[in-house]
């Protein structure tokens, strides 16, 4: 049996309580093994840790020395790739080809992502006119920000763990992670490879344990936190921003989502059939920017439920090794029940269920597993809670519209701001739609398709902040304005 430990000022350990809490592989509800959770004197270490290595060896380095270890620890990912892989999909239970070609290989291409974006990108320098007529010359000079709080999910644990890691340590941070208590392997994995090579102790710190007096509470009311970057729901968040008040720590949060998909009827069907099956159920639909609301232009309605519909059956379930498998279980136990009480709610709803809504039959060795059927519903009203609420699991619900205008003000109908997809072969209409959007990120044509130097985050409930590229070097730094009187 595996046993998770804390990382802590390059080292793992247990913790003082002697509290564990269970792993377990959501395929089958098998024991992967037990996680040590740490307590107020673990994160205090932790901190303590992350705090000393800005003023050792690390806050002296050079920006192309840091770059260079950093680049070295992307590539002892890819290295020890296999391994990373194996924990992600016992931990998920998500397919392998889709851990393969996403999770894994993303998670090791965000500290050098991030790494040349800071390299490339300049501070601004401005020369002032004086009275005396010599003038002076002001440069922006940017600084770590210090220690930073990570706060990472479990649908895509690696990739959106690093996507913070990354541009934190590239910006000559330390880092104080908290990966979910049920995803705690990668993290962990993480902290022999900055071992590996050569990341001083304390500039990487990892503390397992779950949210409410535990791991989380502690790290995010810490005083010598300097910063919380945080990915998961809304709720979630908004505690999160009443710990950082105390002291006016910084915040980043990219927070849940009822995305819309809207397909026009001058759209080309193949590839709007394609991105919504796995804009609504990749990864079991436990993504945030996944796709629960979709719009379709009357025209073309029926046409879409059914070919949707013929996709759905064409999915193979099964366990993450088989490469022929592209849907895996849900997270965990917990995270199936609540989904399946939004699969009764739909039908008490008035939903029409077009398919699945249930639970799968997966055979005896599977069965104690995770699993919900990929769903999709029609005929429910605009203010039904499934409409309005997010599931986060392999659903969505589709509804006709007839205008623009119609669909612009049912898309944006939502507490939620975070993506928003647009099928439509007319470029005027794209370019109108996706301004009209209240989100972060708009999709013409393509859904995930993802360029790390443009800014990520959500609108409204859905998040405050943005990260990626220059917008990440803000969030991460601090900018030191220097007047120099010439």
């Not at 790739?81 to 392998?96: H, Q, S, W």
């Not at 800014?455 to 120099?484: P, Q």
Request: charged fraction near 25%; glycine fraction near 10%; charge should be negative.
């Amino acid at each position: 049996m595996n046993e998770f430990k804390n990382f802590i000022n390059g080292e793992f350990v247990t913790t003082q309580s002697g509290k564990t809490f269970e792993n377990r592989n959501p395929v089958d509800n098998s024991l992967i093994g037990k996680v040590h959770e740490a307590g107020k004197p673990e994160v205090d270490a932790a901190v303590e840790a992350a705090k000393a290595a800005m003023k050792g060896p690390w806050g002296k380095m050079t920006q192309a020395q840091r770059i260079e270890i950093l680049n070295q620890v992307a590539d002892r990912i890819n290295v020890r790739f296999d391994e990373f892989l194996d924990a992600e999909c016992k931990d998920t239970g998500k397919p392998r080809k889709v851990a393969s070609h996403i999770d894994i290989p993303r998670g090791a291409a965000n500290f050098k992502a991030f790494s040349e974006t800071l390299a490339n990108h300049p501070t601004e320098a401005f020369k002032l006119d004086t009275p005396d007529g010599k003038g002076a010359l002001n440069y922006g000079h940017r600084k770590p920000k210090g220690v930073i709080a990570v706060i990472s999910p479990w649908n895509l644990p690696l990739l959106l763990m690093t996507f913070k890691v990354g541009p934190a340590l590239a910006c000559g941070n330390a880092v104080v992670v908290k990966p979910s208590e049920e995803t705690p392997a990668t993290a962990t994995l993480l902290g022999e490879v900055m071992n590996e090579c050569g990341v001083p102790a304390g500039v990487y710190n990892v503390v397992h344990g779950f949210g409410g007096d535990s791991a989380g509470a502690f790290l995010t009311a810490h005083p010598g936190v300097d910063a919380i970057t945080f990915t998961g729901e809304t709720s979630t968040g908004e505690t999160i921003m009443r710990a950082a008040s105390v002291g006016l720590r910084n915040i980043s949060m990219e927070l849940g989502g009822k995305n819309p998909g809207i397909v026009f009827a001058d759209c080309d069907m193949d590839k709007a059939i394609e991105g919504t099956m796995r804009s609504a159920f990749v990864n079991c639909g436990q993504v945030c920017l996944g796709t629960e609301r979709v719009y379709v232009e009357r025209p073309i309605f029926e046409e879409f439920v059914q070919r949707l519909k013929q996709g759905v059956e064409n999915l193979k379930l099964g366990r993450p090794e088989d490469p022929q498998v592209d849907f895996g279980p849900l997270v965990s136990l917990e995270h199936k029940e609540k989904v399946l009480s939004y699969y009764n709610l739909a039908v008490e709803e008035g939903a029409q269920v077009v398919i699945g809504g249930g639970i799968p039959e997966m055979g005896a060795d599977l069965n104690d597993g995770a699993w919900v059927e990929p769903t999709i519903w029609t005929g429910l009203a605009d203010d039904a809670r499934v409409v309005n609420e997010e599931i986060f699991g392999p659903c969505c619900h589709i509804r006709p519209f007839d205008s623009e205008e119609e669909v612009i003000e049912l898309a944006n109908d939502t507490k939620y701001g975070l993506a928003a997809t647009i099928w439509t072969e007319n470029s005027s209409r794209a370019v109108r739609v996706a301004e009209a959007m209240d989100v972060g990120l708009a999709w013409v044509n393509s859904w995930f398709l993802r360029d790390l130097r443009t800014a990520f985050g959500g609108a409204k409930e859905s998040g405050i902040g943005r990260e990626g590229g220059v917008h990440g070097l803000e969030f991460y730094t601090e900018t030191k304005n220097v007047c120099i009187k010439l």
